[in-house]
């Protein structure tokens, strides 16, 4: 058996069903991989996926789009690349509570915004900010990366990014009414999020394992979204305690799974759609026009 491991971005939720469902029914071990499923608990999130991939310290790493970028163009550059989108269309969404009455993007202007750190994050608010007519003049706000989310429950922070089958799922559980602002609907063009990542000169040494990690791993998805209440059941037993308790998983699971995509889509990333964003991130001055010819996805090991 040949020993892959891949590192998640987060806690175990709804995103990394498939990865569970795989090792579950052995869709990995039958095709000769042992899968091992690297937790940012493990280190309290003090090694990003990323750098984990970097390091070695794992052969495939779940990421937003934007870490591929930055993989390539830091100063000592990693040939990362992404290999399969988790979803299909972007779910993810900037949240406030619906009792603090911010109920448009441009009502941020001079509140505190919580954020994750992440390459273009704090930029792509500001825009929306921008967009919907305001200024872009926030505070933002750094907190412990796996507790950012209970710092707008708790009032420390006005707004923050959600997934919306998660902690927009966690919201509805709790009944907290929410606003939430899709990247889409304020003129930012985002890309896939999460995606597997894995370096491509991995790719090319170990191009068998690796096909048939990610047919597995598709192959996980495609089940999740035929049998949810067994796909649920068996991603349950990952979870934190915190997560049992609060995430109406059926509700998870009916929001995620037309994102999943069928046999034909799962996985697959749109040429187009990341030329787009890669654009919009050169048109906005965040990244130099190298990017848009850099190879920093590929279907390939969907085939």
Known sequence: ???????????PNMNHIGLFIGKELGYYQENGIEIEILN???DHYETTPGK?????LADFAIAPFETVISLNNKKNSVDAIAVFAILQED???????KSSNLDAPKLLDGKIYASYKARYEDHIVKEMVKNDGGIGNMEIVYPDKLGIWNTLLEGKADAT????????VEAKTKQIKLNTFSMSEFGIPYCYSPVIIARNNLIITHKKEYSLFIK?????????V??????VSILRKYLTDYDKANIDLSKSIDISAPYFGND???GYMKPERIHVFLKWLVDHNLENKKIIEQNLFTNDLLK
């Open 1 to 11: 058996m040949k020993t892959l491991r891949i590192a998640l971005d987060w806690t």
């Open 40 to 42: 940012p608990l493990e």
């Open 52 to 56: 984990k991939l970097e390091l070695g």
């Open 91 to 97: 779910i993810s969404s900037i949240a406030s509570l």
């Open 161 to 168: 990014w959600i997934f919306d089958n998660w902690e927009g």
């Open 216 to 224: 597995a791993t598709q192959k996980g998805y495609l089940y999740a």
């Open 226 to 231: 035929e049998n949810k209440s067994k796909a």
């Open 264 to 266: 034909k889509e799962c």
